[in-house]
T-cell receptor, first 117, second 119 residues
């Protein structure tokens, strides 16, 4: 069975602090995809990143960076120098790559990030 | 380019009443999804369409939920009759679909959702 665990329910930081959101996943697939989505108060889920299971290279995009470690089944997300606009709920998600599972995302419960000025 | 459009944004009904949600995906997107998001939880897939065909409806409570995607464009999700436990946000998403064997683009484009409150 596939499962995504985001152990941090809520995190509160002060602006300009760095913050890491944890994500641990379970899957028996050899090929799979991991995602992060952002859900601001408006409710619309916004795609941030996709990583396939064969690519363990870390990625940096501006203030965002992602650390994928297959050995620990983790795909953590770090925001450097956080800003108030980063306040949102962040979801980690997993999908398979076979049969009818393509595109069916399994989401974690989300981590609510509050960045205070 | 217009995003995924959903309506209504909010709906309040009494239990046992019917309700319907409408979704218009991004133009050209063959794959359409309906997800349900309970308060404080991540979205959970209800049904996925490839064009007009429902290819995965294993999580759809078929006794009271139904969905259709006529002509493979917009879609309607219906609940009849609604129960208290159906209160949630119903999210529609679309994606361009598959781009070759084994290639999962994975990037779903979500609408703002329809928030249902059943009293």
């Amino acid at each position: 069975a596939q499962k995504v665990t985001q152990a941090q329910t809520e995190i509160s930081v002060v602006e300009k602090e760095d913050v890491t959101l944890d994500c641990v996943y379970e899957t028996r697939d050899t090929t799979y995809y991991l995602f992060w989505y952002k859900q601001p108060p408006s409710g619309e889920l916004v795609f941030l990143i996709r990583r396939n299971s064969f690519d363990e290279q870390n990625e940096i995009s501006g203030r965002y960076s992602w650390n994928f470690q297959k050995s620990t089944s983790s795909f953590n997300f770090t925001i450097t120098a956080s800003q108030v606009v980063d306040s949102a709920v962040y979801f980690c998600a997993l999908s398979g790559n076979y049969g009818g599972s393509q595109g069916n995302l399994i989401f974690g419960k989300g981590t609510k990030l509050s960045v205070k000025p | 380019e217009a995003g995924v459009v959903q309506s209504p944004r909010y709906k309040i009904i009494e239990k046992k009443q019917p309700v319907a949600f409408w979704c218009n995906p991004i133009s050209g997107h063959n794959t359409l999804y309906w997800y349900r998001q309970n308060l404080g939880q991540g979205p959970e897939l209800l049904i996925r369409y490839e064009n007009e065909e429902a290819v995965d409806d294993s999580q759809l409570p078929k006794d009271r939920f139904s969905a259709e995607r006529l002509k493979g464009v917009d879609s309607t999700l219906k609940i009849q009759p609604a129960e208290l436990g159906d209160s949630a946000v119903y999210l529609c998403a679309s994606s361009p679909g598959w781009r070759g064997a084994g290639e999962n683009t994975g990037e779903l484009f979500f609408g703002e959702g329809s928030r249902l409150t059943v009293l």
